[in-house]
């Protein structure tokens, strides 16, 4: 089927090019899919940014099928698959079918989420996915007895926006204290987007503080009360505690409740970045690892990690709908001030936004959130029996039991001086790249590399990715007896 240009409107008048361009690219995704062996094709960025550059962008082919062949060999042919038993490298998902599904009406409709009258019932989508995870996470909804200003929040591209987001807020509370005397304080093991939103926010690098961890990789919190009584000592002002549910290497979950007692003594903001283990809000089994949760002031959830949902999916809840004041302006355009209808622009940090929560709801409403938190419990559940087996090799070092679904671990010979194994292990993990059968990602302890593998694929099974173990095993005695002959 030929395109004329108009057919390339979505528009009821080329429904009919509209579902056969669709049908197209299902039915070549679709092929695609029977031929995927492995994680990657271990193509080099060399390879990878010459096909690209290649493309005469002004000579468009003007046909469906030719692009799509084209997009195979500049994409689709290297691309890195998350369904493939064999990836475990970063915290990325398979995604769900009805997040996918709510893909099509997303960008079809194009509803941008910024005002009411740009969206109608998906504003309303929105604010009801918000009240419910606000209600998982233990916060009362507005209008609650003794609660006039209950709980609110707004989707994000993800958890590096949510972080962002909610180091404004805590930082629009003390509006009145000069920029270089405040501190975030955080664990060594937090996420770094912490340290960019102090950046970005103007506070500077010496803004953030971080604090250790105790022998399960979680915030100390004896160190942290150590920490903000120097702050106080100092003259300088603790603005906010950044407690991690879910470190990105551990999977470590910090001592909420604890640290949020000390927040309250302390006057400062306490932030939950729940990025990682925010999936365990739709658990049946596991959802008292979150217990203190309640206490935060402001929590980031990212759906597009744990609840097994495309990417961008994320959200930021607070505690008391007042403090989001911290985004709000007024265009007369847009949203005046005495506009008459919800404007969700008011919260976000974004403008034209698209409906991302539709996606999260086809899968409650399709799938429901048990399912999805089973998803998460039988990854947590798989890396436990892979550390289990893994700490009975002699020539494997884990370097703690998994938090949630991760695992850090190297190959370590006899006999191997420290830089050795680093230099091994980073070599191991490249030559699993080049291979293209697994993935691992890479991290550091104490200056030294780690592997780690990270587990987010419910049907990939125990023997499955302790053959990822092995190849790292494999390709390490490998790499070793070349450089022994040499
Ligand atoms: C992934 C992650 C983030 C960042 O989230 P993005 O969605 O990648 O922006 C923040 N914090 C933690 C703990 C994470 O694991």
């Not at 493939?84 to 194009?110: Q, R």
């Not at 506070?203 to 150590?226: F, H």
């Not at 070793?480 to 040499?486: C, K, M, N, P, Q």
């Amino acid at each position: 089927m030929s395109l004329t240009p108009a057919h390339h409107l979505f528009h009821p008048a080329h429904a009919d090019a509209w579902a056969h361009t669709l049908t197209t690219g299902i039915d070549h995704l679709t092929q695609h899919l029977g031929k995927v062996r492995g994680p990657s094709t271990g193509t080099p960025p060399e390879l990878a940014a010459k096909l690209v550059a290649d493309v005469d962008l002004d000579s468009p082919l003007g046909e469906v099928g030719p692009a799509l062949e084209e997009l195979s060999r500049l994409y689709l042919d290297d691309a890195i698959w998350f369904h493939e038993p064999g990836y475990a490298a970063h915290l990325n998902c398979p995604v769900v079918i009805p997040a996918l599904l709510a893909e099509l009406f997303i960008s079809s409709v194009n509803s941008s989420l910024d005002t009411f009258d740009q969206s109608v019932g998906g504003t309303f989508i929105e604010r009801h996915l918000i009240d419910w995870t606000a209600e998982r996470i233990g916060f009362a909804p507005t209008g609650a007895p003794g609660q006039p200003l209950g709980a609110d929040g707004i989707f994000t591209s993800g958890g590096t926006q949510s972080n962002l987001q909610a180091m404004h807020l805590a930082r629009d509370q003390f509006a009145h204290v000069a920029p270089k005397r405040l501190r975030i304080f955080v664990s060594v093991d937090g996420h770094f987007s912490i340290q960019k939103a102090a950046r970005i926010l103007g506070l500077g690098d010496a803004a953030v503080v971080c604090v250790p961890v105790d022998e399960q990789r979680r915030m100390d919190p004896l160190a942290l009360e150590s920490a903000l009584e120097r702050c106080l000592a100092d003259g300088l002002v603790p603005m906010a505690v950044v407690s991690t549910a879910g470190t990105t290497d551990f999977g470590a979950i910090d001592q909420l409740g604890p640290i949020g007692a000390l927040c309250r003594d302390h006057g400062a903001w306490f932030h939950v970045d729940a990025a990682y283990g925010g999936g365990l809000l739709a658990s049946t089994r596991r959802r008292h690892l979150l217990d203190g949760i309640e206490l935060a002031d402001s929590v980031t959830v990212d759906y597009h990690k744990t609840w097994f949902q495309p990417v961008s999916a994320s959200a930021v809840i607070v505690r008391d709908t007042s403090t989001m004041r911290h985004v709000t302006w007024h265009a007369d355009y847009l949203n005046p001030k005495d506009a008459e209808h919800p404007n969700q622009v008011d919260k976000s940090m974004q403008t034209t936004r698209r409906f991302d929560a539709l996606k999260l709801w086809l899968s409650l409403r399709i799938m429901g959130p048990d399912q999805i938190g089973d998803y998460f419990d039988t990854v947590i559940d798989l890396a436990r029996e892979v550390h289990d087996l893994v700490v009975q090799c002699r020539d494997i070092e884990v370097a703690a039991e998994p938090g949630l679904s991760t695992l850090v671990f190297r190959y370590r010979p006899a006999g191997a001086c420290p830089e050795e194994v680093s230099r091994l292990n980073t070599r191991i993990r490249s030559a699993l790249y080049s291979a293209g059968r697994s993935m691992v990602a890479a991290t550091r302890i104490d200056g030294q590399v780690w592997l780690k593998l990270t587990l987010l694929n419910p049907m990939a099974t125990t023997e499955q990715i302790l053959a990822i173990v092995d190849e790292v095993r494999s390709t390490g005695a490998g790499l070793l007896s070349v450089e022994g002959a040499a």
